[in-house]
């Protein structure tokens, strides 16, 4: 079981930027691939972000594309997410995910952080 453990969502406004984080608590991230997915209210979780186990390899949705990005740093056992040039679109609860396939990467979650950003 790997826990992980979300944190830096916030209020910002359109065209600001904010920084997720996601740590694991006592398991290294270096056999998992690794990425985001987010749900706004009334609508479906949908895939954010992922990254491969050597952070190497990135691929986003086509909403966020160019505007927000993915890295991990395998020693601290962390992930982030870059997001700039937000949206109020881009409001969501924000889930980090781990997993042993980069293109399905979501075996394990964590709790969620909220992003909101408002017009």
């Known amino acids: 079981q790997v826990q992980l453990v979300e944190s830096g969502g916030g209020l910002v406004q359109a065209g600001g930027s904010l920084r997720l984080s996601c740590e694991t608590s006592g398991r290294t991230i270096r056999p998992y691939a690794m990425g985001w997915f987010r749900q706004a209210p009334g609508k479906e979780r949908e895939f954010v972000a992922a990254i491969n186990t050597s952070g190497g390899s990135t691929r986003y949705s086509n909403s966020v594309k160019g505007r927000f990005t993915v890295s991990r740093d395998n020693v601290k056992n962390a992930m982030y997410l870059q997001m700039n040039s937000l949206k109020p679109e881009d409001t969501a609860v924000y889930y980090c995910?781990?997993?042993?396939?980069?293109?399905?990467?979501?075996?394990?979650w964590g709790q969620g952080t909220q992003v909101t950003v408002s017009s």
């Open positions: 995910v781990a997993g042993v396939s980069y293109w399905k990467p979501d075996d394990f």
